[in-house]
């Protein structure tokens, strides 16, 4: 199952990663952060289970969206920090 | 009503698939609802690169595959009510019909605030091994693991199958808890053996008791955590600091639908009875909302609320087992019941509502969470007081304010979703 890869766009960036995993894995690959707080912190996944938020960002257009919650898709956006 | 079903089950780890395994049996028609992409729960979630734990490989796709039982994935509960729900998933939101109602979504993780908390490269315990699970990268990352229960364990269990280089795990009961503990083992033999082997996993990884982690530093993403122990005070350097205080109910929905809770410490659970009936006749609640009780708990509670709600009797030996599985839940909340001082490690200036960053010293003088929200907005983000709202209820500030619609942060279009019959149910 590890064997497929898709390819999506982190930032603009192209990036090939394991079919399967979730958007908040393959953005830890560029070792960035998700988004930043109201007070202008960096924050990355906390939780890891869909209850905290702290890892939306925007994907295919959708902002907001739970990049733990989210598997990867051949063509997805991602972009971080909005 | 153009969707309807006999039994609609929320959550599809062990205890919903029980349920839904039951109540199929008996020829009920069953919505099994879970909010992530597999089933599986927290507990059996679905490792990207091993697949499902050994027990629920064989279980899950035969409950998922039965023909009275429709799975509904990435599907999340906006909204509760009599006879019905509001549901949304990727693409549209609908309102289905139920007859009888099964609450088996379970547990988060006991967050707890303390300085650099929020710091990139901090996560939870379960959130680490959740995070592993779905393909973060782990591979010579050096984590430490810290907080309380057995949960540390198998987090690490998890980072280490998945390459991460574990530096140690910290426990914050005492080293005396742990054995009084360990005598009493013998008891469960299930659990006695899963220790062993834990262990046997876990060679070479130091184990300390009577350990808290008192800070955490770095600029803009971890360096190094403080950590305070039975010898003293020592500075470690690593890339992830995973850290949880055990576990508590998600009983939002139940509470929505007006079910009656009661508390176990700081926190709510729902009421029910000895055929896990809450105190709404047609809806039911299971493992740990009832009660943070572990994976067994949750299956034979799953499997007993599936033969009630279908009308049929639950058989003798579910009920002897359940005494037995609740007992090892109490012998280990006893064990792992949090040290004073964890209530202690935020300071003045440490961020406590994560979502719209408010310190500490800004919760001060607030009879009750409603007034702190109002004066603050903690509480009023994202999360909708999930991760805040028990941390001040764990720390004995106040306990959390009762939720309101919708359930999780939904579409505007979801929220407008006409209702299939305006008679009846929910209002919007």
């Not at chain 1, 890869?5 to 090939?16: A, K, M, S």
């Not at chain 1, 890891?48 to 990049?67: L, N, P, S, T, Y």
Request: glycine share 10%.
């Amino acid at each position: 199952m590890s064997d497929v890869r898709v390819r999506i766009h982190v930032n603009g960036h192209l990036l090939e990663v394991p079919a399967g995993i979730s958007v908040a894995a393959a953005v830890a690959r560029l070792q960035l952060p998700c988004r930043r707080s109201v007070g202008g912190q960096w924050r990355a996944p906390f939780c890891g289970m869909g209850v905290c938020f702290e890892c939306r960002m925007r994907i295919d257009g959708q902002a907001q969206q739970r990049a733990c919650m989210t598997q990867v898709r051949n063509g997805m956006q991602v972009s971080t920090d909005e | 009503m153009s969707e309807r079903y006999d039994i609609v089950i929320v959550g599809a780890g062990p205890a919903g698939l029980a349920a839904a395994q039951a109540a199929a049996r008996h020829g009920a028609c069953v919505a099994l609802i879970d909010a992530q992409a597999e089933a599986g729960g927290q507990v059996w979630r679905k490792d990207v690169f091993h697949g499902w734990p050994r027990r629920a490989r064989q279980c899950i796709p035969q409950v998922l595959q039965h023909a009275g039982v429709s799975w509904l994935p990435r599907t999340q509960v906006v909204q509760a009510g009599a006879g019905e729900l509001l549901i949304q998933d990727d693409k549209q939101a609908r309102y289905i019909g139920y007859d009888k109602l099964i609450l088996a979504n379970g547990a988060r993780e006991l967050l707890l605030p303390f300085p650099g908390w929020t710091l990139p490269g901090v996560t939870g315990a379960g959130a680490l091994q959740a995070l592993a699970k779905q393909g973060w990268p782990l591979q010579g990352r050096r984590i430490v693991i810290a907080g309380s229960g057995p949960l540390l364990l198998a987090a690490a269990a998890t980072a280490k199958k998945h390459g991460a280089k574990v530096l140690g795990i910290y426990e914050q009961a005492s080293a005396a808890a742990i054995q009084r503990f360990a005598r009493k083992l013998w008891r469960w033999p299930g659990k006695a053996w899963q220790a062993a082997s834990l262990r046997t996993q876990l060679a070479g990884i130091p184990y300390r008791y009577g350990s808290v982690v008192l800070q955490a530093s770095g600029t803009d993403v971890l360096q190094a955590i403080d950590i305070d122990g039975p010898h003293g005070r020592e500075q470690l350097e690593c890339d992830h600091l995973a850290v949880g205080y055990g576990l508590v109910p998600n009983i939002e929905l139940a509470q929505m639908l007006g079910c009656r809770l009661k508390y176990e410490g700081a926190h709510a659970c729902v009421e029910v009875d000895a055929t896990q009936r809450t105190s709404i006749a047609n809806v039911y609640a299971t493992g740990e909302l009832c009660g943070i009780g572990g994976r067994d708990t949750a299956w034979i509670e799953g499997s007993m609320a599936g033969h009630a709600a279908a009308g049929a009797d639950i058989p003798h030996a579910l009920l002897q087992q359940q005494r037995h599985a609740r007992h090892f839940a109490t012998a280990l909340q006893q064990t792992f019941a949090l040290a004073p001082r964890i209530r202690t490690l935020a300071q003045a200036e440490t961020l406590i509502c994560r979502c719209e960053d408010v310190p500490l010293q800004a919760l001060h003088d607030h009879a009750d969470a409603r007034s702190a929200k109002l004066a603050t907005r903690c509480g009023m983000g994202a999360c909708q007081g999930r991760i805040c709202g028990s941390a001040l209820a764990e720390l004995g500030h106040y306990p959390r304010s009762a939720p309101r619609p919708p359930l999780f942060p939904a579409r505007l279009a979801t929220l407008g979703t006409p209702l299939s019959d305006p008679q009846q149910g929910l209002s919007p």
